[in-house]
């Protein structure tokens, strides 16, 4: 029966000697490279193993700043400082690195994350200055928030860096919720500024409407006309109404008999023959159907053959002449 061959168990993590890597060489950058690797386990789903590139380090060590752009070749430093450290601790049971693929390497965190771990926070501590450079766009979340054990379960707190990360990513949303509400609040100041106008229109119209000078006595010519004496574009409404209202009320005394215009206004309130009756004086009655042709001539044809435009003051005094004709109508006797 063969012995069983002790296995050579990895010598103590000693971080000051991990930390000299490079020294001789002058390419004492070759420290962050645990740091950058346990990063890129992390982007890479916190798997069993993390594969990395070499030119992924390059790119990572330059665009922070901790080394200037290699030369040709000049990333083998990087490869020998995994190699250093995986010989010296002696961490080859697992190995750390294993075999390199087109430029790559595998790594086994699932077996050494944790003195990465520690390391990344020695590293911080004692090299704060680069590793400000490494994360100066945030750090990645290094731990997850709740880690669960069999035994016990503990709640581990977002490291000041992955605050400040996730602060960051709420900023854009908190903007637009500020930016919103400053909207909501010009909007209603607006509001407030409309109902306030509102509020002086309506009090000017129902001014009109208690004015003695604006009041419509015969009920159907104010329902017709009022709703239409409140804009100018509608006042030619109103008199085009007032006029129908005149014309339909005189076929109405009439018992209508088809005539139209002055033909009814005459047929009406001609002086000798008219039907209807508003003054017994002769001369009176002659003037009442003189008043009546001019209105159907000159106040009821106009708007209703052509375009024409009324003051506010003339649509009212329009009315207020037709409300009189039909006032006298009521007044009239059959003859």
């Not at 075999?99 to 077996?111: A, C, M, P, Q, S």
């Amino acid at each position: 029966m063969m012995a069983t061959i002790p296995k050579t168990p990895p010598r103590s993590w000693e971080f000051d000697d991990l930390l000299a890597l490079g020294k001789r060489g002058g390419v004492t950058y070759l420290k962050s490279i645990p740091v950058i690797i346990l990063e890129e386990w992390i982007q890479q789903g916190r798997g069993a193993k993390v594969y990395v590139r070499t030119k992924s380090l390059e790119r990572r060590l330059v665009e922070s700043e901790l080394h200037p752009p290699f030369k040709s070749k000049g990333t083998s430093n990087i490869l020998a400082a995994l190699s250093s450290i995986q010989i010296d601790r002696n961490l080859t049971n697992p190995s750390l690195m294993e075999t390199k693929l087109r430029g790559g390497y595998w790594v086994n965190i699932k077996d050494y994350k944790d003195l990465l771990e520690e390391f990344r926070q020695y590293y911080c501590k004692q090299f704060s200055e680069d590793y400000r450079k490494l994360y100066a766009k945030g750090e990645p979340q290094w731990q997850t928030s709740i880690i669960q054990d069999t035994k016990t379960s503990l709640i581990v707190k977002p490291e000041l860096g992955k605050q400040e990360e996730i602060k960051a990513l709420f900023m854009p949303i908190e903007n637009a919720l500020r930016d919103r509400e400053n909207e909501i609040k010009i909007l209603r100041e607006q509001n407030k500024n409309l109902q306030s106008e509102l509020g002086s229109l309506r009090s000017a119209l129902q001014e009109k409407r208690d004015n003695p000078r604006y009041i419509i006595f015969d009920d159907e010519l104010r329902n017709d006309c009022e709703k239409h004496l409140e804009t100018q574009e509608t006042y030619i409404d109103a008199i085009r109404r007032a006029g129908v209202v005149l014309e339909e009320r005189l076929k109405s005394r009439l018992g209508d008999e088809g005539k139209y215009g002055v033909d009814l206004v005459d047929d009406a309130l001609k002086k000798v023959t008219g039907k209807l009756i508003i003054s017994d004086h002769s001369a009176e009655q002659e003037g009442v159907h003189m008043l009546f042709r001019g209105a159907v001539q000159f106040v009821r044809n106009p708007p209703a053959h052509k375009k024409m435009q009324y003051t506010e003051h003339e649509a009212w005094q329009t009315i207020s002449l037709i409300d009189y004709l039909l006032l006298l109508l009521r007044q009239a006797k059959l003859r």
